[in-house]
């Protein structure tokens, strides 16, 4: 594969994946479906983690790790009735997934 073309997916996947994707998700998972779980109380966080972590289906290697990272994030949503502590949260992550993979294709 050409270096060019390498780069530019790249880049493109950065956008999608990592500033896109993630406010697109925080808003369904944290936005909409989680003040309609909260009537299971405790548990509306743990379902809702679930629930983001199996539509993650793509990965089920990371699907442990995923609800462990989830849950206190939509606990937190659902405690401060805020969602853009999750949003910056999810873009940082998937950012610092593939910045590297960038920066490195770039360096070459």
């Given at each position: 594969?050409?270096?060019?073309?390498?780069i530019?997916t790249?880049?493109?996947?950065?956008?999608?994946?990592?500033?896109?994707?993630?406010?697109?998700?925080?808003?369904?998972?944290?936005?909409?479906l989680?003040?309609?779980?909260?009537?299971f109380?405790l548990?509306?966080?743990?379902?809702?983690g679930?629930?983001?972590?199996?539509?993650?289906?793509?990965?089920?290697?990371a699907?442990v790790?995923?609800?462990?990272?989830?849950?206190?994030m939509a606990?937190?949503?659902?405690?401060?009735?805020n969602?853009?502590?999750?949003?910056?949260?999810?873009?940082?992550?998937?950012?610092?997934?593939?910045?590297?993979?960038?920066?490195?294709?770039?360096?070459?």
């Amino acid at each position: 594969m050409p270096r060019q073309t390498l780069i530019i997916t790249l880049a493109v996947s950065l956008v999608c994946t990592s500033w896109i994707a993630p406010v697109v998700e925080e808003l369904y998972f944290r936005g909409f479906l989680l003040p309609r779980l909260s009537r299971f109380g405790l548990w509306a966080p743990v379902i809702n983690g679930v629930l983001f972590t199996l539509y993650h289906f793509f990965s089920p290697w990371a699907f442990v790790e995923r609800v462990i990272m989830v849950i206190p994030m939509a606990w937190l949503v659902q405690r401060k009735r805020n969602i853009y502590i999750t949003i910056i949260a999810h873009l940082l992550l998937n950012t610092l997934g593939i910045l590297p993979v960038l920066i490195t294709t770039l360096v070459k």
